[in-house]
């Protein structure tokens, strides 16, 4: 099984830039897809970005595409979210995902989860 810890939270200035990590823990990392969705507040999970074993594909949410890119390092399984142009309203607790399917977009997917890294935007 896989086993996520999330780090790379904290507190910025809208228009300002975080990057978050996903370290993975586990055997055969390139063969999940890997994701990052986001909880603010009393909401459920957003998905926010996802990327497949070997990165040949991402999928973004339409509310961050343009200023967020996930990416992956294999060797050193690992995955990152660089965010930049951040708003007020990406305020949330970002949680890291695996998967054995493809980048899927939904949580329900998803059977492993990191406990998460709060990001906190504000203006």
């Known amino acids: 099984q896989v086993q996520l810890v999330e780090s790379g939270g904290g507190l910025v200035q809208a228009g300002g830039s975080l990057r978050l990590s996903c370290a993975a823990s586990?055997?055969?990392?390139?063969?999940?897809?890997m994701a990052w969705f986001r909880r603010a507040p009393g909401k459920e999970r957003d998905f926010v970005a996802a990327?497949?074993?070997?990165?040949?594909?991402?999928n973004y949410a339409d509310g961050v595409q343009g200023r967020f890119t996930i990416s992956r390092d294999n060797a050193r399984n690992t995955v990152s979210l660089q965010m930049n142009s951040l708003k007020p309203e990406d305020t949330a607790v970002y949680l890291c995902a695996a998967t054995g399917g493809l980048a899927p977009t939904t949580y329900i997917k998803y059977a492993y989860w990191g406990q998460g890294t709060q990001v906190t935007v504000s203006s």
């Open positions: 586990g055997r055969a990392f390139s063969t999940y897809a």
């Open positions: 990327i497949s074993g070997n990165g040949g594909i991402t």
